[in-house]
C-alpha cells in the first residue's frame, strides 16, 4: 500500500469536506466538557428563548446558551468540576438543578421542564448526575482525580496510576528493574498512546512511553482516557489518547502539604508465592520486587486577582529504589560467579514541578503553565552481576492557551508548546565509573552457520557497549475552531483545525567504550558449573569509537474537519476526516527518510433508545495512524550500523579468534538505497459497537465489541540477498546491492501482514453517592496473524508452513519480524509481546465511613504471559541445513538460511506456554482530623498486594522458548512483594 493509493482513496472526500467545513465557518474542539439537553413546559412542547447558565466555583466565568425554536441548548468548553444549571424565561418559574458533575471531554445530556408562574420563584430539582456521554460514540473513560488519590495502586502514586483502572490496558513492572510502570493494550505498545496535559502533548519527542513522564497525582483535577473510536481532532495515534486537565486554584487559597514513606523493611518477601508453572521453584529463595520510597509533595493555588486570574502550582521531590527481582536461579548464578556480592538495588530521585496560572479578559480565558520531570534512576536487570546501567529522561514542557468565545455560535481555541524533555546526558553516566568491555556469560557455545552464539545470556557486567547521549526537542501550535448550526436538516457541530509540529528533533551522540571493545562472551567451562570458569568465544569491535549516530529532524502538519450533526433529539451522526502531511529527514547524511500523506476518515452514530438519554447505542470506525516520534522504527533505523563491525569468534576454545566477520559502516551510498519508496506512518483500522446506560444510584454500564487490524507497520527487507524462489532450496549469497557486504535492510511498510485484534470490554462506574464510589472494568481479548511471511523472512524458506500464531505475537513496533528463525539464540524476537495477554479484570472502589474514615480498595487479575513459539536447536550436520547451502557465503558472511533454529509445532501458536494470571489486591485506609479554621490533616496507611501473590509478568529475555537454553521457560519480572506505605497529608 503506498502514498498514492492513500490519497486517491480519500484525498477527494477530505477535500470536499474540508471545504465545506471552510464555508460553514466550521470549528474545533476545545477538550473541555460539555452539557445539552432540550426545554420544554408541563405539556412537553418545545420552549424557545429561555437562557440555560451553567456556573461553578470552579471557572472564572459563568456559561449561557439560548434555545433554538426546538428548545434545545448546548453549552460547551466547561472544565471538569460540579456545576449548577439554571433557566429562565419570562412568565415561567426559574429553573435550577445543582449538583451537576462535568467530565472533561464529555457532554452529557440535562433536559429542563419549566412551570408556568406569574411569581418569581425558583424550582429546584434534584436527581442523579448524567453519567454517560451522549455525543461521541468511541470508547471513553473518566477518573476523577481525587479518586484516583484514593486508590492503593502503586506505591509511587504517580499520574498514570489511572490506567490501572482502564479497561484493556494491560500494566506491568517495567522490565529495567527501576520500579515504574509501562503500559500496554488494545493491541498496542507502549509509547504508541498520547499524552495531553492541558490539551499539549507531554511525552517525550525521543520515547513517548508514559513512564518517561514524571508527574504528581495531587496536580490532577480530571481525566478523560479514549481507548478506541477517537475523533479527527486528536492527534495522530494508534493507543490511548489521554488528555489530564490539572487544578486551577480559584477565589480562595487552598493547599496541601504531604510526606509519603515506605522503607525496606516494610516490604514482604513472595518469592515463594508463585503460582505452580514450570518457571516456579518456591522454596530455593531468589529476591522479591519491593521498593523504598519517601516523597514529598506540596501544591497551593488560589486568586492573583479574585474573578480574574488564578494560580495553581505544585512540587514532588521523589526519591525511590526498588529492589531486582531476581529468581532462585539467578541468585545462584551470581553467588557463583562473584562469591560475597551484594544484591544491589536500583535507584531513582527528581524533582517534579508544575505551575499553571489562568486567566480572563474580556471573551478569551487564557492559560499558561509549565511542567518539569526530569529523572535520574539506574536500570540493572536480573542478570547483572555488578551495576552498569544508568538512564535519564525528561525536561521541561511550557504551553500556552487562548480560548475565545464570538458571539453564540463560534468558540476558538489556539495552543502553543515547547517541550524540551530527552534522555540521557553527560551527568548520566558520571558515577558509574566503569572499564573494559562488556561482559556477557553463557551455559555454552554452538556453531551457527560460520558464527558461534551463546546459548542463552545467564549473567551481564563489566560496562555498557556504548553511551548515548539523546537532547531531544518539540514545537507544537495547535488551532481550533468549533461553529453552532441550527437551521440544517437539525443542529451541526462544526470542527475544524490544525495541529503543526514543525520541528521534532532527535539526535544521539554514541560514545563506544573500551577504545572500541565493547564486548566479549564467554562460555562455562564445564556447562552448568558457573564456579568452574569461563572461556571467551566472542569478542566485537566498534569504530570510530565517537560518531553521531542519530540526527533526526521530522514534522507533522495536521488538518482536521468533522461535524457532529443531530438530525433529531435522539440520533447523533459523527462524521470527519483528518490528514497529516509527515515530512522526516535525517541530517547525518542528508537524506529524507519519508514524505508521506496520511488520511483518517472518521464515522460514527450514538442513538438515544429512551427519551431520558439513559440509555445509548453507539458504533464507529476510524482509521487512525500511529503518531511521529523518535522511537519510531523509522528513526531509529540505520543508527546501528553508522560505525564498522568487527565481530571474532573462537569456536574451540584455544585461545585463537579465527573466524572473523567484518561489517562496514554505513554510508551514503548505501543510505540511499535504505528507504523504500512512499513509506508512511503505520494505521489500525477500528470497528466498535456498543451500548451504554445509566442506572439509578448513580450506577452506568458501558459494553462494546472491538476489532482492530493493525496495518502497515515498519519493516525490514535485505535487498542484497540473493533468496531463493520457494522454500528448501539454496540461499544465493549476497550482492544484489553490495558484493562486499552481508545483510543490507530497506526499511519498507508491511503489506504482507497484519495483527488482528478482537475484544469485548465493559466498564461500569459510580459516582460518590451514598458515600460510596467505585469503578469495575472487564476486558477479554483475542488475536491472530493475517496476511503471510516477511519477504526476506528464513521461516519463509525453511518453514512456510508455520506462519500462524493466536497466542503471543509480535509486537507491532515493527522492523520486528524480518527473522523469524534466528541465527542468534537467545533474542527476544519470540518471547516479548505483553500487549497481547488474553485478559484483564479491574476493581476500584472508595467508601467514606462515619467519623472522618475512608476505606479504599482496589483489586486486579492480569492474565499471565505467553512464553511465545517453541524452538529447538538441530543437531550440527543434520541433513536439513544442507539443503540452503553453505553455512558462509563467498564474501565471507553467514547465510541466514543455515540457522539450526527450528519451530517444534505445526504452527507459532499451538503449544505455547502461559504463566499464571497475576493478581493484586490493595487496601487503603485513612483518616481525617479538623484543625479549625478550613485546616484538615489525613493520615493514610496503605497496604499493596495484601495477599502477597508472587506470580511474575513476563517470560526470561534469553530464550524462554528455546528447548536448548538454560533458561528455557524461566519466568521474570514477579509482582511487587506486600507493602506497607504512610502518607500524612495537611490541607489548609
Known amino acids: 500500500m503506498n502514498k498514492t493509493w492513500h490519497l486517491n482513496k480519500f484525498g477527494g472526500a477530505a477535500l470536499l469536506v474540508l471545504l465545506l467545513g471552510v464555508m460553514s465557518e466550521a470549528g474545533a474542539q476545545s477538550g473541555l466538557g460539555g452539557l445539552r439537553g432540550a426545554v420544554t413546559d408541563q405539556q412537553g412542547e418545545a420552549l424557545p428563548g429561555v437562557t440555560v447558565t451553567a456556573t461553578s466555583p470552579d471557572v472564572l466565568r459563568p456559561q449561557s446558551d439560548v434555545t433554538n425554536e426546538r428548545g434545545e441548548y448546548r453549552l460547551n468548553n466547561l472544565p471538569p468540576g460540579t456545576f449548577s444549571v439554571t433557566a429562565e424565561l419570562p412568565g415561567f418559574a426559574s429553573f435550577r438543578r445543582d449538583g451537576i458533575l462535568v467530565r472533561v471531554g464529555a457532554t452529557f445530556a440535562v433536559d429542563i421542564a419549566m412551570q408556568l408562574s406569574s411569581l418569581q420563584e425558583t424550582v429546584t430539582v434534584t436527581g442523579d448526575s448524567p453519567m454517560i456521554e451522549v455525543d461521541k460514540p468511541g470508547n471513553v473513560l473518566n477518573i476523577d482525580g481525587d479518586f484516583q488519590r484514593l486508590m492503593p495502586i502503586q506505591a509511587r502514586r504517580n499520574y498514570s496510576d489511572f490506567l490501572e483502572l482502564t479497561p484493556g490496558v494491560i500494566s506491568r513492572g517495567f522490565d529495567d528493574g527501576s520500579g515504574r510502570q509501562v503500559y500496554f493494550g488494545h493491541g498496542t505498545e507502549h509509547f504508541a498512546h498520547v499524552l495531553q496535559l492541558e490539551g499539549t502533548i507531554a511525552t517525550n519527542y525521543h520515547d513517548a512511553q508514559l513512564t518517561y513522564v514524571s508527574m504528581g497525582a495531587d496536580m490532577v483535577q480530571d481525566i478523560q482516557v479514549k481507548t478506541g473510536g477517537v475523533d479527527a481532532s486528536s492527534p495522530m495515534g494508534v493507543g490511548l489518547v489521554m488528555n489530564i486537565v490539572t487544578k486551577s486554584g480559584g477565589n480562595t487559597f487552598r493547599g496541601n502539604a504531604a510526606a509519603g514513606y515506605q522503607p525496606f523493611n516494610w516490604n514482604g518477601n513472595n518469592v515463594d508465592n508463585c503460582s505452580t508453572a514450570p518457571g ?13 520510597v519517601r516523597q514529598f509533595d506540596v501544591a497551593l493555588g488560589g486568586p492573583i486577582k479574585k474573578d480574574k486570574v488564578w494560580f495553581f502550582g505544585a512540587l514532588r ?3 525511590s529504589a526498588a529492589g531486582i527481582s531476581r529468581t532462585a536461579t539467578e541468585v545462584e548464578r551470581i553467588n557463583a560467579y562473584k562469591p560475597g556480592s551484594i544484591l544491589f538495588n536500583n535507584e531513582s530521585e527528581s524533582w517534579q514541578p508544575f505551575l499553571k496560572v489562568s486567566g480572563r479578559a474580556g471573551q478569551h480565558d487564557v492559560q499558561g503553565f509549565f511542567q518539569q520531570d526530569r529523572l535520574l534512576l539506574t536500570g540493572d536487570r536480573e542478570y547483572n552481576y555488578e551495576r552498569i546501567q544508568a538512564q535519564s529522561t525528561g525536561g521541561p514542557l511550557y504551553s500556552g492557551k487562548v480560548t475565545s468565545v464570538w458571539g453564540m455560535r463560534t468558540t476558538t481555541t489556539f495552543t502553543a508548546s515547547y517541550n524540551g524533555k530527552g534522555g540521557n546526558d553527560t551527568s548520566t553516566f558520571e558515577s558509574l565509573g566503569l572499564s573494559g568491555p562488556q561482559i556477557i556469560i553463557h551455559d555454552s557455545a554452538n556453531i551457527q552457520g560460520s558464527t558461534v552464539q551463546g546459548s542463552g545470556r545467564l549473567l551481564e557486567g563489566g560496562n555498557q557497549q556504548s553511551y548515548g547521549f539523546q537532547p531531544a526537542s518539540q514545537i507544537v501550535v495547535r488551532g481550533d475552531l468549533t461553529y453552532y448550526r441550527d437551521d440544517w436538516a437539525g443542529n451541526h457541530q462544526f470542527q475544524t483545525g490544525f495541529f503543526a509540529a514543525p520541528r521534532s528533533t532527535y539526535d544521539l551522540q554514541t560514545e563506544y567504550v573500551n577504545n572500541g571493545f565493547v564486548l566479549e562472551e564467554h562460555r562455562l567451562l564445564t556447562p552448568g558449573n558457573i564456579a568452574g570458569g569461563t572461556v571467551p568465544f566472542h569478542r566485537r569491535y566498534n569504530s570510530p569509537v565517537s560518531l553521531n549516530t542519530r540526527a533526526a529532524r521530522d514534522r507533522d502538519i495536521g488538518i482536521y474537519v468533522q461535524d457532529t450533526w443531530h438530525p433529531s433529539s435522539r440520533i447523533t451522526l459523527n462524521l470527519g476526516v483528518r490528514a497529516d502531511f509527515v515530512t522526516r529527514n535525517d541530517d547525518i547524511f542528508n537524506i529524507q527518510r519519508q514524505n508521506s500523506t496520511s488520511i483518517g476518515p472518521r464515522f460514527g452514530f450514538s442513538y438515544l433508545l429512551t427519551k431520558d438519554s439513559r440509555n445509548v447505542l453507539r458504533g464507529s470506525y476510524v482509521r487512525v495512524h500511529e503518531q511521529v516520534m523518535g522511537r519510531d522504527a523509522i528513526t531509529l533505523f540505520g543508527a546501528n550500523e553508522a560505525a564498522a563491525q568487527r565481530d571474532e569468534y573462537d569456536a574451540d576454545g584455544d585461545g585463537r579468534f579465527e573466524t572473523v566477520v567484518n561489517a562496514a559502516a554505513r554510508n551514503a551510498s548505501i543510505a540511499d538505497y535504505e528507504f523504500g519508496d512512499n513509506l508512511h506512518q503505520p494505521y489500525v483500522d477500528e470497528f466498535i459497537l456498543g451500548f451504554r446506560k445509566q442506572f439509578p444510584g448513580q450506577l452506568s ?12 507497520m515498519w519493516a525490514r527487507v535485505d535487498i542484497n540477498g540473493i533468496y531463493p524462489s520457494g522454500p528448501n532450496q539454496p540461499f544465493g549469497g549476497f550482492g544484489a546491492i553490495d558484493p562486499s557486504r552481508g545483510i543490507i ?11 488482528e485484534y478482537r475484544a469485548i470490554e465493559v466498564t461500569m462506574a459510580k459516582n460518590l453517592s451514598n458515600k460510596f464510589q467505585a469503578m469495575v472494568g472487564l476486558n477479554r481479548q483475542w488475536q491472530h496473524f493475517g496476511g503471510t511471511w516477511n519477504p526476506t523472512d528464513p521461516a519463509k524458506f525453511i518453514q512456510p508452513g508455520t506462519f500462524n500464531s493466536n497466542a503471543l505475537l509480535y509486537m507491532p513496533r515493527g522492523n520486528n519480524e524480518e527473522n523469524s528463525l534466528p541465527i542468534t539464540t537467545g533474542t527476544t524476537v519470540h518471547t516479548y ?3 497481547w495477554q488474553e485478559y484483564s479484570m479491574r ?14 480498595a482496589s483489586y486486579t487479575i492480569l492474565a499471565g504471559p505467553w512464553s511465545g513459539p517453541i524452538v529447538d536447536l538441530l543437531p550440527i550436520g543434520d541433513p536439513q541445513l544442507a539443503v540452503f547451502g553453505p553455512g558462509r557465503t563467498a564474501n565471507g558472511q553467514t547465510n541466514p538460511l543455515s540457522t539450526r533454529m527450528r519451530f517444534v509445532n505445526a504452527d507459532r501458536g499451538e503449544g505455547q506456554e502461559q504463566a499464571p494470571p497475576i493478581k493484586t489486591l490493595g487496601l487503603n485506609f485513612n483518616k481525617s482530623f479538623g484543625l479549625g479554621t478550613g485546616r484538615e490533616a489525613v493520615l493514610s496507611v496503605a497496604v499493596f498486594n495484601v495477599l502477597n501473590g508472587g506470580n511474575y509478568s513476563q517470560y526470561n529475555y534469553s530464550g524462554a522458548n528455546e528447548r ?17 506505605q504512610v502518607t500524612a497529608l495537611v490541607k489548609f
Open 280 to 292: 516456579c521453584k518456591p522454596g530455593s529463595g531468589g529476591t522479591p520486587t519491593t521498593a523504598y
Open 317 to 319: 521531590r521523589a526519591v
Open 701 to 712: 454500564l458501558d459494553i462494546a465489541g472491538i476489532s482492530r487490524s493493525y496495518q502497515d
Open 745 to 755: 535492510f530497506q526499511q519498507q511498510n508491511n503489506s504482507w501482514s497484519t495483527l
Open 833 to 835: 509481546g505483553p500487549t
Open 843 to 856: 476493581f476500584g472502589g472508595s467508601y467514606h465511613a462515619p467519623f472522618g474514615v475512608n476505606v479504599s
Open 964 to 980: 536448548f537454553n538454560p533458561n528455557f521457560l524461566q519466568l521474570r519480572n514477579q509482582q511487587p512483594a506486600r507493602a506497607a
